[in-house]
């Protein structure tokens, strides 16, 4: 993943109510959420809600589709890997790290071995 591509994920989820939503579309699964629903559960008017899902969009972090009458937000997965294998890509300089210690890069260290 390209720096500019992480900053502008990151500035995307560094606002309350794009980091609900999206930690909302990550639970809901890959079939994702109905616009409406997400701004119902998280208690944002519509045309809000709208203006957040654009801004997690244009920053790659969700897909959209559409479906009747509904646009159907999902987080996409690869982007989001992507993105914490980016933040952990030095985790303890490569070397080997403990779960208790570090357990996001002993995550990374599992994802190295299975690829």
Request: glycine share 6%; charged share 15%; proline share 5%.
């Amino acid at each position: 993943m390209e720096s500019d591509s992480v900053i502008r994920a990151l500035a995307a989820l560094a606002q309350e109510h794009r980091l609900a939503a999206y930690r909302l579309l990550v639970t809901a699964g890959p079939e994702g959420m109905p616009a409406g629903a997400l701004a119902e559960a998280l208690g944002v008017p519509p045309s809000s809600m709208s203006f957040h899902l654009a801004q997690l969009s244009n920053a790659g972090l969700v897909t959209q589709r559409r479906q009747s009458r509904s646009i159907i937000y999902a987080a996409d997965y690869p982007v989001m890997t992507g993105l914490i294998a980016y933040l952990t890509e030095n985790c303890c300089a490569g070397s080997a790290c403990g779960v208790k210690a570090a357990p996001a890069c002993s995550a990374r260290t599992s994802e190295r071995s299975v690829a």
